[in-house]
Nanobody, 124 residues
């Protein structure tokens, strides 16, 4: 059974940085492409970033491109989301997810496994 556990969320001032981590267990980590999503109150869950199994290809939503960086350490079974220049509109619960697809993918429905989420709050 695959399990994903996010950590690293918290409260930060606008312009600050946070790094989210997602620990993967239950299968060989390199089987999965990984993604980060977020959901703000009253809004739908939205794609943030994804990374292929090898880590060589990444994809970002326009709203975070240039500010966020997704990476993975296959030796540690962990995917990261480095978030810089945070804005109030980045406030949301952030989720990591795993998919068996071979490419980056934005659709939430393509992901097989989800973490429980970690809250990120950016004060203005």
């Amino acid at each position: 059974q695959v399990q994903l556990v996010e950590s690293g969320g918290g409260l930060v001032q606008a312009g600050g940085s946070l790094r989210l981590s997602c620990a993967f267990s239950g299968r060989t980590f390199s089987y999965a492409a990984m993604g980060w999503f977020r959901q703000a109150p009253g809004k739908e869950r939205e794609f943030v970033a994804s990374i292929t199994r090898s880590g060589y290809i990444t994809d970002y939503s326009d709203s975070v491109k240039g500010r966020f960086t997704i990476s993975r350490d296959n030796a540690k079974n962990t995917v990261y989301l480095q978030m810089n220049s945070l804005k109030a509109e980045d406030t949301a619960v952030y989720y990591c997810a795993a998919t068996s697809t071979t490419s980056t993918v934005r659709a939430p429905g393509a992901y097989n496994y989800w973490g429980q989420g970690t809250q990120v709050t950016v004060s203005s």
